[in-house]
Each structure stands twice: as C-alpha cells, then as structure tokens.
Nanobody, 123 residues
Framework: QVQLVESGGGLVQAGGSLRLSCAAS????????IAWFRQAPGKEREGVSC???????VYADSVKDRFATSRDNDKNTAYLQMNSLKPEDTAVYYC?????????????????WGQGTQVTVSS
C-alpha cells in the first residue's frame, strides 16, 4: 500500500525557515519522482518543486532561490527546505509521487499523494 506522510509544518515568522519531510512506504522509492505542492485557501493546488529519480530538480518561480528539495533513498524520505518564508507561502503542503524520472510540477502527473501539512507564515 503506497503511503506518503508529510511532517515538519508549523507556524513561523516571515523570514524564517522550515524543513518539511515526506516519508514514503509501500513502493520502491528510488524509482519514483517526488514532488511538492501547496494549496492556499480559495486557491488551486500549485506545484512547488520536484526531484526526479536522477536527482534533477525543478522549482516554481515563486520559490526559486528560497526553497530546496532533496531526497534520501536509503531513508525513503524526501525533504523540502524552505528559507526566507513569506506570508504568501502560507498553505497546506503536499508531497506526491510518480513512477520514473520526470521533470514536472503539474498535479495531474502524480498518482500518489500525502495528506498534507499546514505551513503558516506570519507577517
């Protein structure tokens, strides 16, 4: 059974940092691309970043140079390091998985999703 569990969310002041984790189980993690998405109240789900099986990454323009994604295949875990956080980064953050290498942060490309973790950035 495929399972993705996000953790690390919370409340942080603007300019602060958080690191989200995505713990995976039930599939061969190293053969899957992992992506991060976020959804703010009243807005559509937005792609944030992804890291492919060959460790290539892509970022949304809104987070480029502030966020960094990584993965540890031995721990079946992906990470999203978020620095210089802004109030507009407030959202529920989700990780998602798709088989094979891919460089896309389009939600429709990902079949497996976690439940999400809330990130709130205060001004």
């Amino acid at each position: 059974q495929v399972q993705l569990v996000e953790s690390g969310g919370g409340l942080v002041q603007a300019g602060g940092s958080l690191r989200l984790s995505c713990a995976a189980s039930g599939f061969d993690f190293r053969k899957y691309t992992i992506a991060w998405f976020r959804q703010a109240p009243g807005k559509e789900r937005e792609g944030v970043s992804c890291i492919s099986t060959d460790v290539k990454t892509v970022y949304a323009d809104s987070v480029k140079d502030r966020f960094a994604t990584s993965r540890d295949n031995d721990k079946n875990t992906a990470y999203l390091q978020m620095n210089s956080l802004k109030p507009e980064d407030t959202a529920v953050y989700y990780c998602a998985a798709a088989p094979g290498p891919r460089i896309t942060i389009a939600p429709m490309s990902y079949a497996y999703w976690g439940q999400g973790t809330q990130v709130t950035v205060s001004s």
